[in-house]
């Protein structure tokens, strides 16, 4: 069972202190998904019906990160553990923050508001999982599936086109086929996160060991009209799939974005020159 993973064990008293006070306490989230694919976890996310006020009561020593998400960090046998109560999320704003949580005592409805099937799965203290949307069928297909109705899962939070290209990198799976859709549709509203946000996915992407993958995705889906500084790089990009070996990882996302800009550089002064020679005509979309 998943649950003999030695990060599970170490933090298994701490669901079962919560459920001694009579309330329900999972392993959720990305935890769950690596297991399941052998991959090493450094931590866990612990979900639970308990609200916040009552894991401050049930854990005395803790620190309050983030009581308006109602997430807790406890302290306990000598290690932090993020615990946060199951929730649901209002109406968005900025296409990235709930105006509103409401907590809630029900594991589905939380799971319910999650990105994707494969991160919308719990786990149990005797190891049960709990999969609503199909997520343990996601991972064995090797397929990235929004929870839901994708078209709102992206409405809600549109960093979530990234974290698809992303997790397309780092695992190989492929968008099943609405996911996919759904965020073409979406793309623009890339343009109302932030920009730290973004390069924050993208750095994971291109150390991904599947970076064609999540890269190909990031230009047939369109993300890349929207970022900052690869508006107009479609050219480069595609060289950088079509030149570079498919079995290399990069070393650094430094590194890829050099190799990006090196060869965007050598396009652009190609064009300018094709330009002024009245070859080509240069487009403000280029």
Not at 7 to 18: C, G, R, S, T
Not at 108 to 135: K, P, S, V, W
Not at 217 to 225: A, G, K, Q, V
């Amino acid at each position: 069972m998943i649950i003999d993973n030695k990060e599970f064990q170490k933090a298994l008293p701490v669901l079962k202190k919560i459920e001694s006070f009579g309330y329900q306490a999972y392993f959720v989230g990305g935890c769950i998904r690596d297991a399941l694919l052998g991959l090493a976890s450094h931590d866990v996310d612990i979900a639970t019906s308990a609200f916040p006020e009552e894991i401050q009561a049930i854990f005395p020593k803790h620190f309050d990160v983030g009581l308006e998400h109602g997430t807790v960090m406890a302290y306990f046998n000598g290690d932090t553990y993020e615990i946060t109560t199951f929730r649901t999320e209002s109406e968005y704003e900025d296409y990235r923050r709930p105006k509103e949580v409401t907590f809630v005592r029900s594991l589905e409805e939380d799971l319910l508001r999650r990105d994707f099937t494969i991160n919308a799965m719990a786990m149990g203290t005797e190891g049960q999982l709990i999969d609503y949307f199909q997520g343990q069928e996601d991972l064995k297909a090797g397929r990235l599936r929004a929870v839901g109705k994708a078209h709102d899962r992206f409405q809600e939070d549109a960093l979530r086109m990234m974290r698809a290209v992303r997790f397309a990198s780092q695992l190989g799976f492929e968008l099943e086929t609405d996911t996919a859709q759904a965020i073409k549709d979406s793309a623009s509203l890339l343009e109302k996160i932030a920009v730290e946000r973004i390069e924050t996915e993208m750095a994971k992407l291109w150390q991904g060991q599947h970076w064609q993958a999540g890269l190909s995705y990031f230009i047939d889906l369109e993300l890349y009209r929207y970022c900052p500084l690869t508006e107009n790089g479609q050219a480069s990009f595609q060289k950088m799939l079509d030149v570079l070996s498919p079995q290399r990882a990069f070393p650094s996302d430094t590194f890829a974005w050099a190799v990006y800009f090196s060869w965007l550089s050598v396009t652009c002064n190609l064009l300018m020159t094709l330009a002024r020679l009245g070859k080509c005509r240069i487009s403000k979309t280029g």
